[in-house]
Structure formats: C-alpha cells, structure tokens
C-alpha cells in the first residue's frame, strides 16, 4: 500500500492506543449495564465513573457537572436548545458568531423557527469575534451567548475570558463549543468563566460517537434525551461504557502530553506556514497567525480550485481539507471564510491542513512539494491566471 500522509487531524483523529486496550475488555468481558446492581454491572458503573473524574479534572469542573453525549454535536444541540427553552422566560435573545460550527449554526436556525431571535456577530479579517460588537448586541432579553472556543477551519482562538466576563456581568448563559480547543489547548474553567461547555472525544484521539456537555452546576437547562435516570436523569440512554472509557483513556493521555505535543505541533505549524508563504506566490493564510491552535493550518491559492488540489493530493496518499469535512461535497464556500471577508473564487481556493505531534518534517516536505507541483498545474490551465500573468507583464513592461 502506498504511504499514506494524514494532515486532517481536525476532521477526526486516530484512535489512540491507550483508548482501544482500555475499551477492549468493555465489550466481551465487563459487558453489563452500568444501571444493574449485580457485579458485573458494577464494573461498567466504576469504569464510567473513573472516565467521568478523569474528565472532570481535566477542565477543572465536578464529576456532576460532566454529561456524556454522542459526540460534539449532540453537546451543542443540548446546550442550545434546551438553555434556551429552560429560559425562554426570561427572553427569547440569543447571541453567536457567524463562524460557528454547523452543530451551532443550524441549531440556531432551528431555534429561529421556535420564535427566538438571534444576533449573529462578526469577526475580524484574522477569525476573532469583535467584541465591541457582541456587546452592543446584547439587549434585557438575551438568555444565552455561544461563541466556539477554537475554529475548526481557521484554527483562530477567541477571547474566551473576556466573552465570558461580558455574559457574567449581565447574567447571561455562556456556552463553548471547545470541541477543537479541548486536549489541543489549556481549557481550564478557573480561567475561563463559562457555563456550559461542549467536547468530542475523536477530536482527541478517542473513539467517534462520543462528546460531553459540561453544565456548571446551576445552571437552568433541561434534559435532553427523555427516559432512564443515566447522567442525573438528563440524558438518558444505556452508556456507551466502551466509549466513555476510551474518553477518558484519551483525555488522560491528552493532558499528560498537552506541553510538549503543543510544543512539537506549533513548530510544525510554523515550518509549513513559512515554507507555503515563501515558495508559492499568491497565496493567503487563514486565521489568527498567533491566536491560533498549534496544529492548523489554513492558506487559500489564487487562481487554484481547492477541490482539484483535494483529489490531486489524495492521489499522492495524502490527506488534507479544503474547508470543514461537513461543507465539502457542496459547492457553496465556506460561511468561515466568507466571515473573514474572502472573495468566493479566493474561499474555494482553499485548503486546510491539521498537524498532530507525531507528524513529521519528511511528511511535510513531501506535501510541500506535493502543493507546489499540484498548484503549479491548476494555475496553468487556469485562463483567470494567464489573464493575470498577461496583465503584470504588460504592467512591468510600463514601469519600466
Ligand atoms: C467536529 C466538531 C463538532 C462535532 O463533533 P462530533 O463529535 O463530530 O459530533 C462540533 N464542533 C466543532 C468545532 C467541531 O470541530
């Protein structure tokens, strides 16, 4: 088989070791249900629950105020929808940014069928929400803000803290998708004033179909999924004990290993986003050069069509990204890069590459060389770019 190079780590991500041998025995062996009295049962309960504190401690929260989800998505809808109704009381206002994440998104379409209002603030040219802006949205009726710890597509960080000073001051619910920003960057309650938090466990190297919501305790939310009193009688359902347990495998491994996994994939971030910016012209970095999670990497090319260079690099065994993995097959851009004010053909000339730690320089090279050559064919049988070249030269000449 052909080597395969995987840069799209924040599509989804390997199962790590440690999270498949702590699964394992949770199918065949300690089987029961995590509800039933009897031993064999007990050993599923005490297997969630240890997952449970291990998660718990790696926010900083309480074991109460961690749910199990299905994933991500089952997180964000969870703290939309039913904060929402638990406080539709108090008003029917809600305020997000226009780069959130679909889970976000067409859950906050929903909730605009349902009679609430939202107020979908800008950001910047860089992906960071402007703040000025989210205050000033802010009315007597606003019940909830959820702005996403970290971008999926762009990789920006968002100002977290200070959102959630905003939201406390007023007494409103803050909610994060920190579903990118978990196990890849500090997320620690005792720094960031939030209220109901969302996490996905193949994000981290856990197994898919699985997430949190973290709900501060007290906070007005309803449940979920109606039936069994699973997670405090607010998310029902049997556990997914195997996929709790390699959660928590995962979580364990993530924070034991942030520092230097950080550390290791900000080098490789910045070694592909010099090599790109000096060996191919014309071309744009997405996103917060800084304010941004080690492991993205986000560039739009010119006079290139981001799904021909998607196809051309898969032929080479790798694997990249050319917006979110939930928008390609579509031809409609990116809403992300759209937000940060690119031009349609600019946002479809786009390509994403996330980095794990265990990614190497030799794997970079050859990608790097891989997007010169590939770049370098799109671009010659562009004719928007022979028009181009044809108008500097003209230029040049004039100058000269
Ligand atoms: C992947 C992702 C989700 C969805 O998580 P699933 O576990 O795949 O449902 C939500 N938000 C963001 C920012 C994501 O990157």
């Not at 999270?19 to 049962?41: H, K, Q, R």
């Not at 406080?87 to 305020?95: A, F, P």
């Not at 080479?316 to 990116?334: H, M, N, R, V």
């Not at 181009?388 to 100058?399: G, S």
Request: charged share 25%; with cysteine.
């Amino acid at each position: 088989m052909k080597k395969m190079i995987y840069l799209d780590h924040a599509a989804t991500t390997r199962t790590v070791k440690e999270a498949v041998d702590a699964m394992l025995p949770f199918f065949m062996e300690s089987y029961g249900n995590a509800s039933s009295i009897y031993s064999l049962g007990a050993e599923s309960k005490k297997a969630v629950n240890a997952a449970r504190e291990t998660i718990a401690q790696s926010i900083g929260a309480t074991p109460q105020e961690i749910y199990f989800t299905a994933g991500g998505s089952e997180a964000d809808n969870w703290a939309l929808i039913a904060a929402a109704e638990a406080n539709s009381d108090k008003g029917k206002h809600i305020i997000t940014s226009r780069i959130e994440h679909h889970a976000i998104l067409h859950t906050c379409a929903y909730l605009e069928q349902r009679g609430f209002e939202i107020t979908y603030v800008d950001v910047d040219e860089d992906g960071v929400i402007k703040l000025k802006e989210l205050e000033a949205a802010i009315r007597r009726d606003t019940i909830l803000i959820s702005v996403m710890f970290a971008n999926n597509e762009i990789g920006t960080i968002q100002p977290i803290k200070e959102i959630g000073e905003i939201a406390r001051a007023r007494g409103i619910l803050f909610h994060t998708d920190a579903v990118q920003a978990y196990g890849h960057v500090p997320v620690t309650l005792s720094r960031y004033p939030v209220d109901m938090l969302s996490a996905s466990a193949h994000k981290i190297g856990g197994p898919k179909g699985i997430g949190f919501l973290y709900i501060r305790s007290g906070v007005r939310i309803r449940s979920f999924i109606h039936g069994g009193q699973q997670e405090r009688g607010r998310r029902a359902g049997t556990e997914n004990v195997p996929g709790i347990v390699g959660f928590g495998a995962a979580a364990k491994k993530a924070m034991d290993t942030l520092a230097e996994r950080m550390e290791r994939e900000r080098q490789l971030r910045d070694y592909l986003i010099d090599r790109i910016e000096k060996e191919i012209p014309y071309c744009r970095l997405n996103g917060h050069r800084t304010q941004r999670l080690p492991g993205n990497v986000n560039f739009s090319f010119r006079f290139v069509e981001g799904e021909s260079l998607l196809i051309m690099l898969d032929m080479k065994g790798i694997c990249a990204s050319s917006g979110s993995a939930c928008t390609s097959g579509s031809l409609d851009p990116s809403h992300v890069l759209l937000a940060i004010g690119l031009a349609h053909e600019t946002a479809h000339g786009s390509l994403r590459l996330t980095l794990d730690s265990e990614n190497t320089r030799e794997e970079l090279d050859f990608t790097m060389e891989a997007i010169k050559e590939i770049v370098d064919k799109l671009r010659n049988m562009s004719p928007l770019y022979e028009d181009f070249i044809k108008k500097q030269e003209k230029a040049q000449a004039q100058t000269l």
